[in-house]
């Protein structure tokens, strides 16, 4: 069974950065994409980033380009969210997402508890 454990949330001032951490067990995760998704308060949850495990390959929302850097850890089965120049409009809890295959936004199968990201202004 596919277990998805985020840590590293927080709250920070505009401007600062904040790491993520997903945990992955129970699989090799070599044929899946793993996906960072956030949900802010009344709103829907929205894709963030993602990244193939097998090729490394990265995709983003325009509005975390250039600040957010999804990576993995192979060795550690491991997925990180690095998050600079962090905005308030960021805040949200960011979930640790996974599936099988190759397609990036499509459906997600499995997912973590979640970890608040704050920031103020």
């Known amino acids: 069974q596919v277990q998805l454990v985020e840590s590293g949330g927080g709250s920070v001032q505009a401007g600062g950065s904040l790491r993520l951490s997903c945990a992955a067990s129970?699989?090799?995760?070599?044929?899946?994409?793993m996906g960072w998704f956030r949900q802010a308060p009344g709103k829907e949850r929205e894709f963030v980033a993602a990244?193939?495990?097998?090729?490394?390959?990265?995709y983003y929302r325009d509005s975390v380009k250039g600040r957010f850097t999804i990576s993995r850890d192979n060795a550690k089965n491991t997925v990180f969210l690095q998050m600079n120049n962090l905005k308030p409009e960021d805040t949200a809890v960011y979930y640790c997402?996974?599936?099988?295959?190759?397609?990036?936004?499509?459906?997600?199968?499995?997912w973590g508890q979640g970890t608040q990201v704050t920031v103020s202004s």
């Open positions: 990244l193939r495990w097998s090729v490394g390959s990265t």
């Open positions: 129970g699989r090799t995760f070599s044929s899946y994409v």
């Open positions: 997402s996974a599936k099988y295959g190759v397609a990036v936004y499509t459906a997600y199968d499995y």
